[in-house]
């Protein structure tokens, strides 16, 4: 399906500050802050290494700007956002087989009522590259947490931390997902060329009216998206940092529907997706009911009418206050 000419391009014309971000070099005026630290986030966990680099917060975003170590001639950076929310019994696992294949985790913990936050904690104090641990004082949702990872992706991009073509890779704590796949996530969504790549799940051990519900939401998302996708509902995803000032205009975060609003936002706004690499899935999780079906399927059709009226948010002023609502904690390799 092709996108109608009169709804590509919602990065450009009205484009914000935050969207110039994607081609913009680094602001060179902003505060210097220690590590980590923006006003009213805990102080960081661990030290910055002798190679870490202090660069400059542009204004009115703050913050921390250390980056440690180097990475390879000729590939992205990969950075990991893991939203999580009482998964201490299969969190650590998957941080400690995803560390090998990213330069940085951004781990959003929502609120979690189990030891998930002391765990991570724990585990970042060894953790051999850049770990940041955000957390909702309150559950949001799945998509929540997204959001709050994604405006800390803005935030590291505004302070030149990382670049446009670096890739944000979405995986979820509870393990469904193998992190030895994201090697090939990134590697397709390099070798062709596009903004996105999302996951195709091998449904096979899934019954089949979860298969059949996911072939519905699917084919309503495509609809809605202008692009065809075989399976709109997986979370495990690759994309480009450029994307992510455009989602934060778009994107709602309200509970369970961040598949189907990133689905739909993403090609509509004009980047390319490509939802054919199929990903394991290590173990069959029931959760969803019919009703999350619909709410998904209602919050596609929101981001819808929001692109096409192009109806956002101001970024500027969203990002501040999504990173104010948080607390942090971060490790720096070394």
């Given at each position: 399906?092709?996108?109608?000419?009169?709804?590509?391009?919602?990065?450009?014309?009205?484009?914000?500050?935050a969207?110039?971000?994607?081609?913009?070099?680094?602001?060179?005026?902003?505060?210097?802050?220690?590590?980590?630290?923006?006003?009213?986030?805990?102080?960081?966990?661990?030290?910055?290494s002798?190679?870490?680099?202090?660069?400059?917060?542009?204004?009115?975003?703050?913050g921390?700007?250390?980056?440690?170590?180097?990475?390879?001639?000729?590939?992205?950076r990969?950075?990991?956002?893991?939203?999580?929310?009482?998964?201490?019994?299969?969190?650590i696992?998957?941080?400690?087989?995803?560390?090998?294949?990213?330069?940085?985790?951004?781990?959003?913990?929502?609120?979690?009522?189990?030891?998930?936050?002391?765990?991570?904690?724990?585990?970042?104090?060894?953790?051999?590259?850049?770990?940041?641990?955000?957390?909702?004082?309150?559950?949001?949702?799945?998509?929540?947490?997204?959001?709050?990872?994604?405006?800390?992706?803005?935030?590291?991009?505004?302070?030149?931390?990382?670049?446009?073509?670096?890739?944000?890779?979405?995986?979820?704590?509870?393990?469904?997902?193998?992190?030895?796949?994201?090697p090939?996530?990134?590697?397709?969504?390099?070798?062709?060329?596009?903004?996105?790549?999302?996951?195709?799940?091998?449904?096979?051990?899934?019954?089949?009216?979860?298969?059949?519900?996911?072939?519905?939401?699917?084919?309503s998302?495509?609809?809605?998206?202008?692009?065809?996708?075989?399976?709109?509902?997986?979370?495990?995803?690759?994309?480009?940092?450029?994307?992510?000032?455009?989602?934060?205009?778009?994107?709602?975060?309200?509970?369970?529907?961040?598949?189907?609003e990133?689905?739909?936002?993403?090609?509509?706004?004009?980047?390319?997706?490509d939802?054919?690499l199929?990903?394991?899935?290590?173990?069959?999780?029931?959760?969803?009911?019919?009703?999350?079906?619909?709410v998904?399927?209602?919050?596609g059709?929101?981001?819808?009418?929001?692109?096409?009226?192009?109806?956002?948010?101001r970024?500027?002023?969203?990002?501040?206050?999504?990173?104010?609502?948080?607390?942090?904690?971060?490790?720096?390799?070394?």
């Amino acid at each position: 399906m092709e996108d109608p000419p009169a709804w590509r391009g919602c990065r450009t014309g009205e484009a914000s500050a935050a969207d110039r971000l994607a081609t913009a070099d680094p602001a060179p005026e902003g505060p210097l802050l220690p590590v980590g630290g923006r006003a009213g986030v805990p102080p960081v966990v661990g030290a910055a290494s002798a190679d870490s680099t202090t660069v400059q917060a542009p204004p009115g975003l703050g913050g921390a700007a250390t980056l440690s170590g180097a990475v390879p001639a000729g590939r992205p950076r990969v950075v990991l956002v893991m939203p999580e929310f009482n998964e201490d019994r299969t969190i650590i696992d998957v941080l400690t087989e995803a560390a090998p294949y990213v330069d940085r985790i951004i781990v959003v913990d929502d609120g979690s009522r189990d030891d998930s936050h002391a765990r991570t904690l724990e585990w970042m104090s060894s953790a051999a590259l850049h770990v940041d641990l955000l957390r909702h004082d309150r559950n949001r949702g799945m998509s929540g947490a997204l959001l709050s990872g994604f405006a800390h992706v803005y935030a590291l991009l505004a302070q030149g931390m990382i670049a446009p073509d670096d890739v944000v890779v979405n995986i979820d704590a509870d393990g469904q997902h193998d992190p030895a796949d994201i090697p090939a996530l990134v590697g397709r969504l390099v070798a062709r060329g596009v903004d996105v790549v999302l996951g195709r799940r091998d449904l096979s051990g899934y019954p089949l009216y979860k298969r059949v519900g996911n072939w519905g939401l699917s084919l309503s998302g495509s609809l809605l998206a202008g692009h065809r996708y075989q399976d709109i509902e997986c979370g495990f995803r690759a994309l480009r940092v450029r994307s992510v000032p455009t989602l934060l205009r778009y994107f709602s975060g309200h509970r369970y529907g961040c598949a189907q609003e990133l689905g739909v936002i993403l090609p509509r706004c004009g980047f390319t997706v490509d939802n054919a690499l199929t990903v394991r899935v290590r173990y069959y999780r029931e959760g969803a009911r019919f009703r999350d079906g619909a709410v998904n399927a209602a919050m596609g059709l929101l981001a819808f009418f929001r692109v096409v009226l192009r109806a956002g948010d101001r970024v500027e002023r969203r990002v501040p206050e999504l990173l104010g609502a948080l607390t942090m904690s971060s490790r720096v390799a070394g």
